[in-house]
């Protein structure tokens, strides 16, 4: 069963601002990954912060992981138009079992 | 880029025709994955394989097959397509286990079952 739940759903943002989407999970976790898609194309591995990590940054993606509320949230800054896209967090339990995705955010940053 | 890659992109077929959607990648992974996604929507895993000769039914119901017999390469079949098979199929590969434990995803078949 799936897992992971993104909130919101939809974000419309403009160009220069920051998106943030959060993420929660309901079992323990070996590491918290975060995926890119864009329209009609497979997804794109973003980052990944384990289970003994609080914050990890890379490029203008900033991830946090608060293991005791099951949560990470996803902070896009000076968001581009081409940063449209669903973003899909998916948890990897500590067996190494399978990728269990959430039901994604799909993020508008309009022009 | 990530070497996976499927093929056809697309396949406009009619109903009780059989499919196979083929998946091959090129960097050795013995895990390999099958996702089922509508328009829009979550993923959902339809199955999955631990390596050469190791498939597993995922957290979905389908009436797809697959097989394994090299480790590069995991189609899916359908025997008989019905338009409640009209989705898009992604498949995906990973390391077994290790520490970087990503999913590289191919670029999906959509798939229309007239």
Not at chain 1, 71 to 94: H, P
Not at chain 2, 40 to 50: A, D, N, R, T, V
Not at chain 2, 67 to 78: A, C, N, V
Request: aromatic share 10%; with cysteine.
């Amino acid at each position: 069963s799936q897992q992971g739940e993104e909130d919101p759903q939809a974000l419309s943002i403009q160009e220069g601002e920051n998106a943030t989407m959060n993420c929660s999970y309901k079992t323990s976790i070996n590491n918290l990954q975060w995926y890119r898609q864009n329209s009609g194309r497979g997804l794109v591995h973003l980052i990944l912060i384990r289970s003994n990590e609080r914050e990890k940054h890379s490029g203008r993606l900033r991830v946090t992981l608060d293991t005791s509320k099951k949560s990470s949230s996803l902070l896009i800054t000076a968001s581009r138009a081409a940063d449209t896209a669903s973003y899909f967090c998916a948890t990897v339990d500590n067996y190494g079992q399978n990728f269990v995705f959430g039901p994604g955010t799909r993020l508008s940053v309009l022009p | 880029e990530a070497d996976i890659y499927q093929t056809p992109r697309y396949l406009v077929i009619g109903t009780g025709k059989k499919i196979t959607l083929e998946c091959s990648q090129t960097m050795g992974h013995d895990k390999m994955y099958w996702y089922q996604q509508d328009p829009g929507m979550e993923l959902h895993l339809i199955h999955y394989s631990y390596g050469v000769n190791s498939t597993e039914k995922g957290d979905l119901s389908s009436e797809s097959t697959v097989s394994r017999i090299r480790t590069e390469h995991f189609p899916l079949t359908l025997e008989s397509a019905r338009p409640s098979h009209t989705s898009q199929y992604l498949c995906a590969s990973s390391e077994y286990r290790g520490i970087k434990f990503e999913a590289f995803f191919g670029q999906g078949t959509r798939l229309t079952v007239v």
